[in-house]
C-alpha cells in the first residue's frame, strides 16, 4: 500500500476519476431526448464510482464497511459498463469508444477486487 495520505493518491481513485471525466465529455453529444436517461445514467453511475471509492477509504476503520463501500464502487463500476453498451448499440458511442471504456471498468474492477479481497493491506488496525 505504502504511505497512501488520501483516497485521492488511490491508482483506482484516479482511474475512476478519468473514466467519469470521460464519460462526462462523451455524453455531451447524445442526443437531447437521452439527456433526462442515458445521459443522467451513465454520468451517475460513472461519478457514482468515484464516490464510493473515497466513501471506502473514509470507512477503512472498519473492515466490513471498507468492503462494502467498495462492493459498490464494484456494482457503480458494472452499472457504467452496461449504459456503455446500451450507447454504443444506440451508436451514440463508437465501437472503439465503447471497447475503450469497457477495457477501461473492466481495469478498475480488477482493482476494486484485489483490494475486497485483501482488506487488511488498506484498512486501520
Known amino acids: 500500500m505504502g504511505n497512501i495520505r488520501s483516497y485521492k493518491e488511490l491508482i483506482v481513485y484516479q482511474y475512476a476519476m478519468d473514466g467519469a ?51 459498490d464502487a464494484e456494482s457503480e463500476a458494472e452499472e457504467t459498463r452496461v449504459w456503455l453498451e446500451l450507447a454504443g448499440r444506440c451508436k451514440y ?22 483490494m475486497a479481497s485483501e482488506p487488511q493491506q488498506w484498512t486501520i488496525h
Open 21 to 71: 471525466m470521460r464519460v462526462f465529455e462523451l455524453t455531451k453529444r447524445f442526443p437531447a431526448d437521452e439527456k433526462f436517461s442515458l445521459v443522467d445514467q451513465i454520468r451517475k453511475s460513472s461519478r457514482s464510482v468515484c464516490a464510493n471509492i473515497a466513501e471506502a477509504w473514509r470507512k477503512r476503520r472498519y473492515k466490513a464497511h471498507f468492503v462494502s463501500k467498495l462492493s
Open 93 to 114: 458511442l463508437t465501437e472503439t469508444e465503447v471497447q475503450e471504456l469497457d477495457l477501461h471498468y473492466h481495469n478498475i474492477l480488477g482493482k476494486l477486487v484485489r
